[in-house]
């Protein structure tokens, strides 16, 4: 039995640059990753089968649908005679969150797929069977921080980032990811003129990194406060905690984020806002 970790993806950052002629949107996003997540564990079979528990296995899905599969079989598409096996996926991030779980949960499938098969996590028919998958999958399948662009198909470096302390935070209101797209009202073509995404350098200090930071931004912020007005009250309770640095969404929502100026500043914040909003999922991270 193989066993790996599927960690939230974070967007620290979340530029829109325009629509493409095909519909999709063409991003440029600061991804990072918390340390802890979903468990996915992989027994070698002769036939494919998923099995789910954990806290949010029901919104997870079970049936062919779900990204875990989904992404064992695009695989499977794309080489002959591929061992895959039986899944189990312990669920336990928020879904529908703006933070990657279903994307993670895939990412983590390729992984132990190719640990089994003996595959390099660089082989091209791994890449396009996480790009067939979803967006947001080819960035899991390393979990470390880097700039994803495009619509997610081309990646940066890794980048090693100052310790990023964070608490999270989803109120456990589902966000769907197009209905927030579709309110940027972009058409096919169109092209924004926002201010560029900040370069990134590997030898940034952390004064540096934090005032780039600071000058992006998540562009679909607005679009998904207007369907989950909680994100405005999530984010105003974040920012108002002391030691916060910045407070964010993360992709299109409703999960937010906040950086401390230390861990024990961000796990009093966590503390004191569980106490108060015990149905709200709050998780404390290093982001890494």
Same mark, same amino acid.
């Given at each position: 039995?193989?066993?790996?970790? *599927?960690?939230?993806?974070?967007?620290?950052?979340?530029?829109?640059?325009?629509?493409?002629?095909?519909?999709?949107?063409?991003?440029?996003?600061?991804?990072?990753?918390?340390?802890?997540?979903?468990?996915?564990?992989?027994?070698?079979?002769?036939? $494919?089968?998923?099995?789910?528990?954990?806290?949010? *296995?029901?919104?997870?899905?079970? %049936?062919?649908?779900? $990204?875990?599969?989904?992404?064992?079989?695009? $695989?499977?598409?794309?080489?002959?005679?591929?061992?895959?096996?039986?899944?189990?996926?312990?669920?336990?991030?928020?879904? *529908?969150? %703006?933070?990657?779980?279903?994307?993670?949960?895939?990412?983590?499938?390729?992984?132990?797929?190719?640990?089994?098969?003996?595959?390099?996590?660089?082989?091209?028919?791994?890449?396009?069977?996480?790009?067939?998958?979803?967006?947001?999958?080819?960035?899991?399948?390393?979990?470390?921080?880097?700039?994803?662009? %495009?619509?997610?198909?081309?990646?940066?470096?890794?980048?090693?980032?100052?310790?990023?302390?964070?608490?999270?935070?989803?109120?456990?209101?589902?966000?769907?990811?197009?209905?927030?797209?579709?309110?940027?009202?972009?058409?096919?073509?169109?092209? $924004?003129?926002?201010?560029?995404?900040?370069?990134?350098?590997?030898?940034?200090?952390?004064?540096?990194?934090?005032?780039?930071?600071?000058?992006?931004?998540?562009?679909?912020?607005?679009?998904?406060?207007?369907?989950?007005?909680?994100?405005?009250?999530? &984010?105003?309770?974040?920012?108002?905690?002391? %030691?916060?640095?910045?407070?964010?969404?993360?992709?299109?929502?409703?999960?937010?984020?906040?950086?401390?100026?230390?861990?024990?500043?961000?796990?009093?914040?966590?503390?004191?806002?569980?106490?108060?909003?015990?149905?709200?999922?709050?998780?404390?991270?290093? &982001?890494?």
């Amino acid at each position: 039995m193989l066993t790996t970790r *599927a960690p939230a993806k974070i967007n620290l950052t979340l530029h829109v640059l325009g629509r493409r002629e095909n519909g999709y949107h063409s991003l440029e996003s600061l991804v990072a990753f918390t340390g802890g997540g979903d468990r996915l564990q992989l027994s070698p079979t002769a036939s $494919l089968s998923l099995q789910i528990s954990g806290p949010t *296995a029901t919104a997870a899905g079970t %049936g062919n649908d779900n $990204l875990v599969l989904r992404a064992a079989r695009n $695989l499977a598409e794309r080489i002959e005679g591929l061992t895959l096996g039986a899944f189990y996926l312990e669920k336990r991030l928020p879904v *529908a969150a %703006g933070i990657g779980g279903g994307s993670s949960d895939a990412a983590a499938a390729l992984r132990l797929i190719a640990q089994v098969n003996n595959l390099s996590l660089s082989d091209p028919r791994l890449i396009e069977a996480a790009c067939a998958t979803g967006a947001d999958v080819p960035v899991c399948l390393e979990a470390r921080a880097r700039m994803m662009c %495009g619509v997610g198909d081309i990646l940066g470096p890794k980048l090693q980032l100052p310790l990023l302390p964070a608490v999270l935070i989803n109120p456990g209101i589902p966000v769907d990811t197009k209905p927030v797209f579709q309110r940027l009202g972009l058409e096919c073509g169109q092209s $924004l003129k926002n201010l560029p995404h900040p370069v990134l350098n590997l030898d940034d200090d952390i004064k540096v990194f934090f005032k780039k930071l600071e000058l992006s931004r998540n562009d679909l912020e607005d679009a998904a406060c207007q369907l989950a007005p909680i994100i405005v009250d999530i &984010l105003a309770i974040l920012r108002a905690a002391r %030691g916060v640095k910045i407070a964010r969404m993360s992709g299109s929502g409703a999960t937010c984020f906040a950086i401390f100026d230390a861990p024990n500043s961000a796990a009093h914040a966590a503390r004191v806002i569980r106490a108060i909003h015990p149905s709200w999922w709050i998780k404390t991270a290093a &982001l890494r």
